[in-house]
């Protein structure tokens, strides 16, 4: 079944505390990126790639590393979580780039106290 | 910073109604236009996508698009209960820029 894996589907941390979140998909797409969505403010663009070790940032890129060393992995790293990253997580994947389909992992909900 | 902008809702309208979601956005030049369903605790998914200008029809949903204008729209006909989402609004830049903007997304209610 082709689909983009998210894990984990909730996360409970602390502030200073680096975290992971992965992202896998099996469509073999050239194009993943990160958003972020907050009530009122919809979803934002984190960071994406474009194919292996390519990698631009979205609009809010601030305090978020990621990391494209194989097609179809795309993890999201926050090194030092602070509170105001509280928030929903999607990856998602798309064929050839921005100008195609997204698909969707199913969320990942972080909570940084 | 490029925008693109929704009006949040909530919307309602009757069941067998037609639903009308608005979009405008702020750069002349881009080229790719999407519509998005997230249900509630959902991940969103691909309504329809358009890239030139006019009508595009897909069932009961047809987007719009009139780039001299900057806005794209989604008609739904004979609305649903289970069309009851938000839709999202997203656009893409275009000439080499790979980023995707979404809007806030506009909050339908369809009412039995």
């Known amino acids: 079944e082709a689909q983009v894996t998210q894990n984990p589907r909730y996360l409970i941390t602390v502030t200073g505390k680096k975290l992971t979140v992965t992202c896998s998909q099996n469509?073999?797409?050239?194009?993943m990126s990160w958003y972020r969505q907050d009530p009122g403010l919809g979803l934002r663009q984190i960071y994406y790639?474009?194919?292996?070790?390519?990698?631009d940032k979205g609009d809010v890129p601030e305090g978020y590393k990621v990391s494209r060393k194989e097609k179809r992995n795309f993890p999201l790293i926050l090194e030092s979580p602070s509170p105001n990253q509280t928030s929903l997580y999607f990856c998602?994947?798309?064929?050839?780039?921005?100008?195609?389909?997204?698909?969707f992992g199913s969320g990942t909900q972080l909570s940084v106290l | 910073q490029k925008e693109v902008e929704q009006n949040s809702g909530p919307l309602s309208v009757p069941e067998g109604a037609i639903a009308s979601l608005n979009c405008t956005y702020s750069?002349?030049?881009?080229?790719?236009f999407f519509w998005y369903r997230q249900y509630s605790g959902k991940s969103p998914e691909l309504i329809m996508s358009?890239?030139s200008n006019g009508d595009k029809e897909d069932g009961r949903f047809t987007a719009q698009l009139n780039k001299a204008s900057q806005y794209v729209s989604l008609l739904i006909r004979d609305s649903q209960p289970s069309d009851s989402a938000t839709y999202l609004c997203?656009?893409?830049w275009g000439f080499g820029n790979e980023k995707l903007t979404f809007g806030t997304g506009t909050r339908l209610t369809i009412i039995p």
């Open positions: 469509m073999n797409h050239e194009y």
């Open positions: 790639s474009m194919n292996v070790e390519v990698t």
């Open positions: 750069d002349r030049v881009s080229q790719s």
């Open positions: 997203a656009v893409n």
């Open positions: 358009i890239y």
């Open positions: 998602a994947s798309g064929g050839q780039g921005a100008n195609e389909k997204l698909f």
